[in-house]
């Protein structure tokens, strides 16, 4: 199946032949077959445009853009944490099958999408506790080095 949305997504000089009834009519009578050039409904760009006179305005300004602020940024963060709950809920739902889990010695039996889920949040803070620690470290080197130098 081949979808075409007409002549914009073709470049200009690629243009291809005509398949079915019309294309044989054209190749019998040069005279009605299509012309290369420009396309009728497009417009030459002016190459110079005139000046416009000192002390006019040429285009009425616009209202300035939105500033980003912190309870936008806030916002956006309450809707995206609102979202991935949601998934991680269906998340849970979909996988409610019962496994065995066994980790030194301790057996249990979980839903497999908490299990999942609890195993994605332990490698989270596997990660995250030594990164706060360094990030704490590197805090107290900057500010000693503030308070030597002052």
Sequence with gaps: MTFSFGKANKAPDAEQPETGPRSAEAAADPAQAPQPGPAPDSVPADPDPAPAAPGTATAAPGPEPVRRTRVGALWMSVILAAVVLVLLLVFIIENSARVDISFLGVH?????????????????LLVAIP??????????????????ST
Excluded at 109 to 123: D, R, T, Y
């Design 108 to 124: 249990g039996h979980l839903p497999l999408g908490v299990a999942l889920l609890l195993a994605a949040v332990s490698g989270i």
């Design 131 to 148: 990164g706060t620690g360094r990030i704490i470290q590197l805090r107290r080197q900057v500010r000693r080095g503030r308070h030597s």
